[in-house]
């Protein structure tokens, strides 16, 4: 039975490239988001309790970040990912998109949305649980899925 399900799961096709149907939609809501707090006002902020530095770094940090998620994932191509320092830089690079992404909202959770219990919030903010996990996912994994050799 092992022997029959090992033939199985190598005769599937591999698709190392299916990380982007998870960057691409996580990039461009971090982008979207970040481009509706401009221009950069602190008074928007500051109303929601959130000092002007940490709201400005909230700004761009949304922005970058989905950025840096969506160029990290360019470096995962085929012939570009076979040139190592590019390969480490890029995967860094999605690592700390992901961190980021994680960050502002572990921020937006707990500043703005202010859940009575993780059990609830889980239930009913699938949009904000769905963004944590998703830069946390990244934060963890970087490139991995696509690496040709993890050594």
């Known amino acids: 039975m092992f022997v029959n399900l090992k033939n199985y799961w190598q005769r599937l096709p591999d698709f190392s490239l299916s990380h982007i149907l998870l ?13 509706s707090k401009f221009p950069f006002d ?3 902020g500051l109303g929601m ?7 400005w770094f909230v700004c761009y940090g949304e922005v970058a ?3 840096g998620l969506l160029v990290g994932g360019l470096v995962t191509v085929p012939r570009i990912r076979d ?6 830089a890029g995967d860094m690079l999605t690592r700390f998109s992901g961190i980021v992404m994680c960050c502002i909202a572990t921020g937006v959770i ?10 609830a919030f889980i239930l009913t903010d699938y949009m904000h ?9 990244f934060g963890l994994r970087g490139n991995w899925a696509v690496a040709v050799d993890k050594k």
Do not use: H, M, N
């Not at 309790?49 to 709201?55: E, K, N, Q, T």
């Not at 707990?110 to 059990?119: A, D, G, N, R, Y």
């Open 23 to 35: 960057r691409i939609p996580l990039a461009v809501v971090f982008i979207q988001q970040g481009l």
């Open 42 to 44: 602190p008074a928007v």
């Open 49 to 55: 309790g959130i000092p002007a530095l940490v709201w």
């Open 65 to 67: 970040a989905g950025i």
């Open 83 to 88: 040139i190592p320092a590019v390969a480490v």
């Open 110 to 119: 707990w500043t703005v949305i202010k859940p009575e219990s993780l059990l």
């Open 129 to 137: 649980f769905s963004l944590w996990a998703g830069g946390l996912y």
